[in-house]
Nanobody, 124 residues
Framework: QLQLVESGGGLVQAGGSLRLSCSASGSTLDSYDIGWFRQAPGKEREGVSS???????YYVGSVKGRFTISRDNAKNTVYLQMNSLTPEDSAVYYC??????????????????WGQGTQVTVSS
């Protein structure tokens, strides 16, 4: 059973950076598409970025040019580098793994597996 654990969240000032990690156990990530999702208080969970098993990356418009997703299959980990953060980026960030080869559609789907989330708070 694949288990995902996010880390790297925290409190940062506007304009700052954070790098989130999504580490897997119980299985290898190399055959999964991985997505990063976020949920702010009172809002629905939204897809932010995803990376296919072949390394193709996708981003929603609000983070394009600021966030970078990458994967290190040797470490069984996917990263989300977040730069130029704004208070609107504050949310609980979750990673999800999906075996369906969804590509960009993963951003709009419920993945097969979820992590427990990590809080990101950006102060103005």
């Amino acid at each position: 059973q694949l288990q995902l654990v996010e880390s790297g969240g925290g409190l940062v000032q506007a304009g700052g950076s954070l790098r989130l990690s999504c580490s897997a156990s119980g299985s290898t990530l190399d055959s999964y598409d991985i997505g990063w999702f976020r949920q702010a208080p009172g809002k629905e969970r939204e897809g932010v970025s995803s990376i296919s098993a072949d390394g193709t990356a996708y981003y929603v418009g609000s983070v394009k040019g600021r966030f970078t997703i990458s994967r290190d299959n040797a470490k069984n980990t996917v990263y989300l580098q977040m730069n130029s953060l704004t208070p609107e980026d504050s949310a609980v960030y979750y990673c999800g793994a999906d075996a369906r080869k969804s590509g960009v559609l993963l951003l709009f789907r419920i993945p097969d597996y979820w992590g427990q989330g990590t809080q990101v708070t950006v102060s103005s």
